[in-house]
């Protein structure tokens, strides 16, 4: 009798520890600051740190001298398509920025991940310089800069997008913790919004119209920024997709065809919004560059977005510009070619071109 009762306590006092041991693993929403590195429970997070480290480039290796000479070279409505893509780029990366510091950071509970966080609000930072820089020289009137930094006030079309932008920043900024499944589920909206629509389509929508002019021989020195922005930008959406990948392994709950609709709805308003600045930037058309190109341009992305979230495409385009289907060739023979001075740190290992264009 005495032997079955200390067996009895014994088996109580392991449930009792198992349970308390399971009580304190958490999810990577889970409310709190965990603070702990060791153990660490998302390694591949920081090593996504780590090699965001060995890409780092500044601005003033970016040369936009041979620029100045090519824009007078630039028909009107070139020089109209270029106007409002740096009036784009002058506000787009703060707006992303606002948001990892105002959202992503706030919740993604996880050190790992806040080291890769901090490192990307870097990158984002050198964007907006870079952007920056780049008004400054193609922009030399004081008033058309004005212009181009208060375009979300100014230009609708930029206006649509920056809008599009903060009604997903608000569903969540005023939410303290994700203590439920409605507030889990508005914060993995906010992450695919600015993940998949805004950084996976608005700026590669931009990036379209640079990799055209470069096609052409013209503003070498915007492409190589772009070239590099491009590559910061691919590693961010893999990180915030990845981000994604963990939730729904941990609460799989969450991804439930209510989730799979508001995201396609999502993905097509980005995509509308985006062809209105499209209108906005081609007009009638320029040789090699219109609407209708990049409305099938545009879908195509989308479909690849939704396929990596594991979401059924919708739209079946093709994408029509040879020129995004060679970036990534480009961009790797350029890596090898560059001046070692192009990256202050080398990167080692291999360099995948898995990313869809």
Known sequence: ???????????????????????????????????????????????????????????????????????????????????????????????????LVLTLYKHINSPEARLYLSRQLFEEAVHVQFYLTLLDTYLPDPDDRAAAFAAV?????????????????????????????????RFLLNLICFAACIEGLFFYGAFAYVYWFRSRGLLHGLATG?????????????????????????????????????????????????????????????PGMNTSSMRAYLQCVADQRLARLGFPPVYGSENPFSFMELQGVQELTNFFERRPSAYQVAVEGTVTLDEDF
């Not at 709950?253 to 993905?267: G, S």
Request: with cysteine; charged share 30%.
């Open 226 to 286: 772009t070239n590099w922005v491009f590559r910061d930008e691919t590693m961010h959406m893999s990180f915030a997709f990845d981000v994604v990948d963990t939730v729904r392994k941990e609460e799989p709950e969450l991804f439930d065809a209510e989730l799979r609709d508001q995201v396609t709805d999502m993905m097509r308003e980005a995509v509308e919004a985006e062809l209105l600045f499209a209108h906005d930037l081609c007009g009638d058309g320029l």
């Open 153 to 185: 006030e100014n230009i609708p079309s930029i206006r649509e997008k920056a809008q599009f932008c903060f009604r997903w920043m608000d569903s969540v900024e005023t939410v303290d913790r994700l203590a439920d499944r409605d507030d889990r589920r």
């Open 1 to 99: 009798m005495t032997t079955h009762t200390a067996a009895s306590t014994e088996s109580t006092a392991t449930t009792e520890r198992t349970a308390t041991a399971e009580s304190t693993v958490k999810n990577l929403l889970d409310p709190g600051f965990e603070l702990t590195l060791r153990p660490m429970r998302y390694p591949d997070f920081y090593e996504r740190y780590r090699d965001a480290i060995k890409n780092t480039w500044t601005v003033e290796e970016v040369d936009l001298h041979s620029d100045v000479a090519d824009l007078a070279k630039l028909s009107p409505a070139e020089q109209h398509l270029i106007g409002r893509l740096v009036a784009f780029f002058a506000t787009g990366d703060s707006i992303v920025a606002n948001n």
